[in-house]
């Protein structure tokens, strides 16, 4: 069956410091990858999406980034963390639109910035 | 772009009870609308979906209806349970090479022991 991961599950990070959030998928090949932010009391926000490795697409302008370096493995990064970039970061997956299969989630980072 | 409202944002009911959770969209184009629930602190987990060629669908005490004229769909939960209590979450997305899905802000449902 297929699982992902996520790590750190919490980080606390000083403003200007850099971040790295990474992500897994195991027991499937070619997933579209998804980054998500989720402000407190709040929905959930697409930030960046991937259709293959080393093909990115953003969602909104920001302060982050992310790379694919490996078919299941996605990345979220920051040179210098915002105060604002605080928040709960979800990483998704799933088989692509033409499976007709669902996304699913992982367990999320609680990332604070202080 | 799409946008997606939900309401209420907070429901409250006595166990035994039916909730009912709603939500437009505005993109005509959109055809795929999950509904996901979310307990604190883990990340969402799907409960049940729906595609825009159907009206419909069950599984146990758990349906959702959509409207595509109207553009909006409903979660139903029959004989709520306390471990029912979280927060769920709607989402529509078009057709694409990903499914980027467009979220609304969420229901905090509470069942009442």
């Known amino acids: 069956s297929q699982t992902i991961h996520q790590w750190p599950a919490t980080l606390v990070q000083p403003v200007g410091s850099p971040l790295s959030l990474e992500c897994t998928v195991e027991g499937t090949s070619n997933p579209n990858l998804y980054w998500y932010r989720q402000a407190a009391g709040r929905g959930l926000q697409l930030l960046f999406y991937?259709?293959?490795?080393?093909?990115i697409s953003s969602e909104v302008p920001q302060n982050l980034s992310a790379s694919r370096p490996q078919d299941r493995q996605f990345i979220l990064s920051s040179k210098k963390l915002l105060l604002s970039d605080s928040g709960f970061y979800l990483c998704?997956?799933?088989?692509?639109?033409?499976?007709?299969?669902?996304?699913?989630f992982g367990d999320g980072t609680r990332l604070s910035i202080l | 772009g799409e946008n997606v409202e939900q309401h209420p944002s907070t429901l409250s009911v006595q166990e035994g009870d039916s909730a009912v959770i709603k939500c437009t969209y505005s993109?005509?184009?959109?055809?795929?609308f999950p509904w996901y629930k979310q307990e604190l602190g883990k990340g969402p987990q799907l409960i049940i979906d729906?595609?825009?060629?159907?009206g419909e669908k069950k599984d146990q005490r758990i349906a959702v209806t959509l409207n595509k004229t109207a553009k909006h769909f409903s979660l139903h939960i029959t004989e709520t349970q306390p471990e029912d209590s979280a927060v769920y979450f709607c989402?529509?997305?078009?057709?694409?090479?990903?499914?980027?899905?467009?979220f609304g802000s969420g229901t905090q449902l509470t069942v009442l022991p």
């Open positions: 998704a997956w799933d088989q692509g639109y033409s499976s007709n299969q669902p996304q699913h």
């Open positions: 993109d005509s184009a959109s055809n795929y």
């Open positions: 989402a529509a997305s078009r057709r694409g090479s990903a499914r980027q899905l467009t």
């Open positions: 991937s259709v293959g490795i080393g093909q």
């Open positions: 729906i595609r825009s060629n159907v």
